[in-house]
């Protein structure tokens, strides 16, 4: 049988040890640092169009842009946070004013907006997605598809506080 001893040397020590790791910091769970902002990617602001329309649908759709949006250190989802999709597609330039539109996130921080099938631009296929609403630092994306044939596109938000 093991003998712990509780006296108030010992006490003292621990809870000393305990308020020193506290406030250092190292109580934060790892998962919480461990979530760095996204940065802007280049070219993710090409044609960018400052207060596009929130909109249910870009065009006739059949393609699919979806992704996250979180916080940056504990990582929980952020609702109601608006995302700018634009795109050269099957109906337009990406610089058209109807190739562009904005959707807002639910509770679990998922956006999601069907739009025209995107096709290369600069021999690329690929979307351009905005956070731009001030609450938090502005991030542009400019994810590449894998194939001009794919029908959706994933990206995905870790936004810093502005």
Do not use: C
């Amino acid at each position: 049988m093991t003998n712990i001893r509780h006296d108030r040397r010992t006490l003292l020590v621990t809870g000393g040890a305990f308020l020193v790791t506290a406030a250092s910091g190292l109580l934060v769970p790892a998962k919480a640092k461990g979530l760095a902002p996204t940065p802007s990617m280049r070219g993710g602001a090409n044609n960018y169009r400052p207060g596009a329309p929130l909109v249910n649908r870009i065009g006739g759709g059949g393609f699919w842009m979806t992704g996250t949006v979180r916080r940056a250190g504990d990582g929980a989802p952020l609702e109601g946070q608006r995302i700018q999709i634009w795109a050269h597609t099957t109906e337009g330039h990406e610089r058209d004013p109807h190739s562009h539109g904005a959707t807002l996130t639910d509770a679990s921080g998922i956006f999601r907006l069907e739009m025209p099938q995107i096709v290369p631009a600069f021999g690329q296929p690929h979307g351009h997605l905005a956070y731009d609403s001030g609450q938090f630092q502005t991030v542009f994306l400019r994810p590449v598809m894998r194939s001009a044939r794919d029908k959706s596109l994933e990206a995905h938000f870790i936004l810093q506080p502005a």
